[in-house]
């Protein structure tokens, strides 16, 4: 079973699973596991390519066993996702087990041209969106997050888990693949969320408005403001949003949920599973799982992008994260290269995706280039995002410059699979390779 075959909801919930965890491969399912947090359970499970039969469970369950429990016996739970368009059958076994079903749901993902105008708010003059600087407000967002948690989570041990959240969402946003966002109403941070992407897929981490700030749009608004900046700013081509109807599978209570609204836009329907935003929610009991459809916290998705254009109250003032690579970047837009790297160096941020990228391609275009110094931030580059599109673009032209064209090719094949449909880095790096060709298999000078 692959992980590039798997649909966009477990795609996406798998982005957050890489960071610091194991996903593998094997030919009956795909294992996730993170030694980190053995008793998150969709961190700690096994996706199935299709729903189980009744017969299956003692099968199921050695194998959980042996992937799972015996590698890590914190990790008491049993969990399992299922990769399908359809339900399983009756599974009394299963019931009789502990690990109950409910059904299915369609994850909506968003496309850059279906994202709505900026909706508007109401009864908040003063808020302001922004992009919260973590670590240093770990505990502006927990507090927060503490305040507006469900009544069945005991306060404690429910701030502890999102500490700890927290903690890893600072860590995954300095190497550059996730950022947390506020709706803030003077010092309050009234709503909060969470994305992490892979260059061209994003997702959602947690969204929560608190109780007395609901009802007037805010969290639609900041939702709005994060699908804007992953569009504009990190150029990401598709969200997995939200589902059409939210339940979970478990052994006891759980949560369950409607579509606030179905005006979603020009959303796509993927009908599989999706995972939540990152660890077991101290709960009052355990809870085995089988699952369609693995908790998820993207309520406000939906909402966020039907926008009503009745609402005539002022729209949210929005707040430009500072980019510690604009220097640079104007540099490179001038094509002062060597004040490019110089500028790069003096930012020194070795575990950002975009400032490897920048410098691999900075090195790439000085004169004379530094190829191999190129080649090593475009490696480092994907080893943080493995589908980073414009390291994958530059990657291959990089090869084309050494006259490497198997390995061009390679990254063009690349790009065809992560984009899903054309893309302006694969037809970049489609055109450079055709110019390759046609200059009898040599470098083309200036050509990229």
Same mark, same amino acid.
């Given at each position: 079973?692959?992980?590039?075959?798997?649909?966009?909801?477990?795609?996406?919930?798998?982005?957050?699973?890489?960071?610091?965890?194991?996903?593998?491969?094997?030919?009956?399912?795909?294992?996730?596991?993170?030694?980190?947090?053995?008793?998150?359970?969709?961190?700690?499970?096994?996706?199935?390519?299709?729903?189980?039969?009744?017969?299956?469970?003692?099968?199921?369950?050695?194998?959980?066993?042996?992937?799972?429990?015996?590698?890590?016996?914190?990790?008491?739970?049993?969990?399992?996702?299922?990769?399908?368009?359809?339900?399983?059958?009756?599974?009394?076994?299963?019931?009789?087990?502990?690990?109950?079903?409910?059904?299915?749901?369609?994850?909506?993902?968003?496309?850059?041209?279906?994202?709505?105008?900026?909706?508007?708010?109401?009864?908040?003059?003063?808020?302001?969106?922004?992009?919260?600087?973590?670590?240093?407000?770990?505990?502006?967002?927990?507090?927060?997050?503490?305040?507006?948690?469900?009544?069945?989570?005991?306060?404690?041990?429910?701030?502890?888990?999102?500490?700890?959240?927290?903690?890893?969402?600072?860590?995954?946003?300095?190497?550059?693949?996730?950022?947390?966002?506020?709706?803030?109403?003077?010092?309050?941070?009234?709503?909060?969320?969470?994305?992490?992407?892979?260059?061209?897929?994003?997702?959602?981490?947690?969204?929560?408005?608190?109780?007395?700030?609901?009802?007037?749009?805010? &969290?639609?608004?900041?939702?709005?403001?994060?699908?804007?900046?992953?569009?504009?700013?990190?150029?990401?081509?598709?969200?997995?949003?939200?589902?059409?109807?939210?339940?979970?599978?478990?052994?006891?209570?759980?949560?369950?949920?409607?579509?606030?609204?179905?005006?979603?836009?020009?959303?796509?329907?993927?009908?599989?599973?999706?995972?939540?935003?990152?660890?077991?929610?101290?709960?009052?009991?355990?809870?085995?799982?089988?699952?369609?459809?693995?908790?998820?916290?993207?309520?406000? &998705?939906?909402?966020?992008?039907?926008?009503?254009?009745?609402?005539?109250?002022?729209?949210?003032?929005?707040?430009?994260?500072?980019?510690?690579?604009?220097?640079?970047?104007?540099?490179?837009?001038?094509?002062?290269?060597?004040?490019?790297?110089?500028?790069?160096?003096?930012?020194?941020?070795?575990?950002?995706?975009?400032?490897?990228?920048?410098?691999?391609?900075?090195?790439?275009?000085?004169?004379?280039?530094?190829?191999?110094?190129?080649?090593?931030?475009?490696?480092?580059?994907?080893?943080?995002?493995?589908?980073?599109?414009?390291?994958?673009?530059?990657?291959?032209?990089?090869?084309?410059?050494?006259?490497?064209?198997?390995?061009?090719?390679?990254?063009?094949?690349?790009?065809?699979?992560? &984009?899903?449909?054309?893309?302006?880095?694969?037809?970049?790096?489609?055109?450079?390779?055709?110019?390759?060709?046609?200059?009898?298999?040599?470098?083309?000078?200036?050509?990229?």
């Amino acid at each position: 079973m692959k992980r590039a075959d798997l649909g966009l909801g477990w795609r996406s919930h798998l982005l957050a699973c890489a960071f610091g965890g194991e996903i593998v491969e094997r030919d009956d399912c795909i294992v996730v596991r993170s030694p980190s947090n053995p008793s998150y359970y969709w961190g700690n499970c096994l996706i199935l390519p299709a729903p189980p039969l009744d017969s299956d469970l003692a099968r199921w369950l050695r194998r959980f066993d042996e992937e799972i429990t015996s590698r890590q016996p914190e990790s008491t739970h049993l969990a399992f996702g299922v990769d399908a368009e359809q339900l399983p059958g009756p599974l009394p076994s299963w019931r009789v087990a502990g690990i109950d079903e409910f059904d299915a749901t369609a994850v909506l993902t968003l496309e850059r041209a279906g994202l709505a105008a900026a909706p508007t708010v109401r009864d908040t003059p003063t808020l302001l969106l922004r992009k919260l600087d973590l670590p240093r407000e770990i505990d502006l967002a927990v507090d927060a997050q503490v305040a507006a948690r469900d009544d069945s989570f005991e306060e404690a041990g429910y701030r502890v888990f999102r500490h700890s959240a927290m903690k890893r969402a600072a860590e995954m946003q300095a190497v550059g693949i996730a950022q947390w966002f506020g709706a803030i109403v003077g010092d309050v941070l009234a709503a909060d969320c969470g994305l992490i992407h892979d260059g061209v897929l994003g997702r959602f981490q947690y969204v929560e408005t608190q109780s007395e700030w609901r009802r007037r749009g805010l &969290c639609r608004a900041l939702v709005h403001h994060v699908c804007r900046h992953a569009f504009d700013t990190l150029g990401l081509q598709r969200w997995s949003c939200a589902p059409t109807r939210m339940t979970w599978l478990s052994a006891s209570t759980a949560w369950s949920a409607s579509p606030r609204s179905s005006r979603i836009g020009a959303c796509n329907a993927d009908r599989r599973a999706i995972g939540d935003d990152g660890g077991l929610s101290p709960r009052r009991s355990p809870m085995n799982k089988l699952s369609l459809l693995p908790l998820t916290l993207l309520l406000a &998705c939906a909402t966020a992008l039907a926008v009503d254009t009745t609402d005539t109250a002022p729209a949210a003032t929005t707040a430009a994260a500072p980019d510690k690579l604009g220097a640079a970047r104007a540099h490179i837009k001038a094509a002062r290269w060597a004040d490019a790297v110089a500028e790069l160096k003096k930012v020194n941020d070795t575990r950002n995706v975009d400032w490897n990228n920048l410098m691999g391609f900075t090195h790439r275009k000085l004169v004379p280039p530094d190829l191999p110094a190129a080649e090593r931030y475009y490696d480092a580059a994907l080893k943080i995002a493995p589908a980073h599109r414009g390291a994958l673009e530059y990657s291959g032209e990089l090869y084309l410059m050494k006259g490497e064209l198997p390995r061009a090719e390679q990254r063009l094949a690349e790009l065809v699979r992560v &984009c899903a449909g054309p893309c302006e880095e694969q037809a970049e790096l489609k055109r450079s390779i055709e110019r390759f060709k046609a200059n009898g298999n040599k470098h083309v000078a200036g050509a990229y």
